[in-house]
């Protein structure tokens, strides 16, 4: 069983930051690739960012690539998402997941298996 919990969301303004955690349970936290994904109200869940498990390859989504970055420390059983120069479009709750192993797709959610509650960010205008 994993255990996914995020941490770090607040209410920000237009091109302010903040830093996302998820912190996970268990012992092999450094052999899961991870994503991160959001739900706007009244919108479906979507893909923000990807890591690999060493993390070596990080894939983003359109919308967030060169404001976001995600990262891992493995030795804290973490993982991180950076936001910055964020937008009211931004607004979410934000998802941490842990991808099914032996899959090797990363935009869908239906490829991961476990998640956490979720954190909200709120971005004002």
């Known amino acids: 069983q994993v255990q996914l919990v995020e941490s770090g969301g607040g209410l920000v303004q237009a091109g302010g930051s903040l830093r996302l955690s998820c912190a996970a349970s268990?012992?092999?936290?450094?052999?899961?690739?991870m994503g991160w994904f959001r739900q706007a109200p009244g919108k479906e869940r979507e893909f923000v960012a990807f890591?690999?498990?060493?993390?070596?390859?990080?894939f983003y989504a359109d919308s967030v690539k060169g404001r976001f970055t995600i990262s891992r420390a493995n030795a804290n059983n973490t993982m991180y998402l950076q936001m910055n120069s964020l937008k009211p479009e931004d607004t979410a709750v934000y998802y941490c997941a842990k991808r099914k192993a032996g899959s090797n797709r990363w935009m869908s959610s239906s490829e991961y298996s476990y998640w956490g509650q979720g954190t909200q960010v709120t971005v004002s205008s």
């Open positions: 890591i690999t498990w060493s993390g070596s390859s990080t």
């Open positions: 268990g012992r092999t936290f450094s052999f899961y690739d």
